[in-house]
C-alpha cells in the first residue's frame, strides 16, 4: 500500500512545473472546462502560474478514496474511471471524466478524505490547485481569487442540484406511495 | 396563485429595512448559523447592511419551488417546513428549519428555479441577501466577499457530500448485488 499523499503532492511521478507551459492546450480545451469559461487568456495564464504539472502512466490511481486531500486536478491530458466502494467495500465504477474535467474538488474546499478514487485510464497530464495555493492566489489576485469561487460554487451547486434530484427520484422508486 | 417573486422580494410581507437592527440576535445565535461560524462581530454588522429584513405570518410560504429567485434567507426568528414535490406533484415534507439556518443558496449562487418549497410553521423574521447585494458586496468590502463565497462553498460542499452518501445508499439497495 502507498502510504497517503502528502502536501508535496504526486512524490512518486514526473513532476513538470508549473500549468504555464499548458496555458495553450488549457486555452484550447478551455470550452469544456465549466470551472474556466469565463476567464480570459491573462486570468488563464495568472491561475497557471499557481497550478502544479504532473504526468502519470495509465493505470495509476491518482486519487484514493478516503486518503486525505486538500487540492483538486485539472485533467490536460487523458481519462480516467471514478470509482466508489459500496457499504460491504466493492468497488464499482460510477464515471468517467476525460480532458478539461476537474477532480477533487470537495477535497479542496473542506480537507475531508477523498468520496471516491480516480483511475487513470490511459496516460495522463494533470495539474494540481491545492488549498495553500488557492489561499495565496485569492491573497494575491483578489480579483481572480473571487471568480474561481464563485466558478467552483457554480460547479458544486450544479452538481447539489443533480445529485438531489437522483436521490429524490431514487427514494420515489424504492418507497412507492400508497395510492 | 400570487406573482412570481419580483427582484424587490415579498411585497406582500411587512418589510424591516436592513438587518443592522437585527446584529445582537445574529450573534446571539450565531453558532448555529454554520454560515457565519468564522466572522467576528464587525464583519457580521458589515454583512448586515447589505441584507434587508422582513416579517411573515405562520403559514406563509416564503419559498415556492419551481419560482424564480436569486436570493437567500437567513432565518433570524421562527421556523419552516421544506417540502418538495415528487414526479407525480404530490408535495411531501422534507426537512424542517429554524432560526439560524439559511434557505436558497442555490438560487442566490444559480439564478434557476426554487428546489423546494419553504412554509412558515411559526411567525417568521427573516433577512434577505440577493445577487446584487452580494456582488456589490464582494467589490465594496472583498475581504467580507471572499468570507461569504469560502463559506457558501463549505455549506455547498458539505451539503454535496451528504446527499452524494444518501443517494449512493439508496442506489445500492435498490439494485441489490448479486453475489
Known amino acids: 500500500m502507498e502510504a497517503p499523499r502528502t502536501p508535496d503532492h504526486f512524490p512518486q511521478l514526473e513532476h513538470l512545473g508549473d500549468a ?11 470550452q469544456h472546462i465549466d470551472l474556466f ?5 491573462n486570468e488563464i495564464e495568472h491561475l497557471a ?7 502519470a502512466p495509465a493505470g ?3 486519487i484514493r478514496e478516503g486518503d486525505p486531500g486538500d487540492f483538486m486536478l485539472l485533467l490536460i491530458e487523458g481519462g480516467v474511471e471514478i470509482m ?4 460491504t467495500g466493492v468497488q464499482a465504477r460510477v464515471g468517467v471524466a ?3 474535467k476537474t477532480l477533487g474538488e470537495m477535497s479542496l474546499i473542506d480537507g ?13 497530464v494533470f ?34 442540484r443533480s445529485v438531489s434530484k437522483q436521490l429524490m427520484q431514487c427514494l420515489e422508486k424504492r418507497q412507492p406511495r400508497i395510492s
Chains 1, 2 share one sequence.
Do not use: W
Request: charged share 30%.
Open 84 to 87: 466508489k466502494k459500496d457499504t
Open 60 to 62: 495509476t490511481e491518482i
Open 49 to 55: 502560474s499557481y497550478m502544479i504539472c504532473f504526468r
Open 127 to 160: 495539474a494540481v490547485l491545492d488549498r495553500e495555493h488557492l489561499t495565496r492566489l485569492i491573497a494575491e489576485e483578489p480579483g481572480i481569487g473571487v471568480k474561481i469561487l464563485m466558478e467552483l460554487l457554480m460547479l458544486l451547486n450544479q452538481r447539489l
Open 37 to 41: 469559461e469565463d476567464f480570459d487568456r
Open 20 to 30: 504555464a507551459p499548458h496555458v495553450e492546450r488549457i486555452l484550447e480545451i478551455i
Open 112 to 124: 475531508e478524505p477523498r468520496f471516491a478514487s480516480c483511475l487513470a485510464t490511459s496516460e495522463l
Open 98 to 100: 476525460g480532458a478539461g
